[in-house]
Nanobody, 117 residues
Framework: VQLQASGGGLVQAGGSLRLSCAAS????????MGWYRQAPGKQRDLVAV???????NYGDSVKGRITISRDNAKNTVYLQMDSLKSEDTAVYYC????????????WGQGTLVTVSS
């Protein structure tokens, strides 16, 4: 299984970005896809995840500003980020997780989001 993330870049505070992450080679259904982020010197934190059935979970710091969605037919997850702040600057990692057998925990390569103030 491989994850290909795209959409990062430089944006001014208050602006928007949309990240995408496509999964390939996943032979099973019923898995969670989502995004985590890691700022310099900090731990990797949850941004948002979404299940195959559409259940969403957001990190406290992004609620109300970020929306996660998913296209199951394309095995792709999207992260729409609005009203970006400088503290949103981080490397964003896509993740695929399947907790039932067979289990998967796959990470993408990371995409840098830089918000200038």
């Amino acid at each position: 299984v491989q994850l290909q993330a795209s959409g990062g870049g430089l944006v001014q505070a208050g602006g928007s970005l949309r990240l995408s992450c496509a999964a390939s080679g996943m032979p099973f259904s019923n898995y969670v896809m989502g995004w985590y982020r890691q700022a310099p010197g900090k731990q990797r934190d949850l941004v948002a995840v979404i299940s195959s059935g559409g259940t969403r979970n957001y990190g406290d710091s992004v609620k109300g500003r970020i929306t996660i969605s998913r296209d199951n037919a394309k095995n792709t997850v999207y992260l729409q980020m609005d009203s970006l702040k400088s503290e949103d600057t981080a490397v964003y990692y896509c993740n695929l997780k399947r907790r039932i057998t067979p289990q998967y925990d796959v990470w993408g390569q990371g995409t840098l989001v830089t918000v200038s103030s």
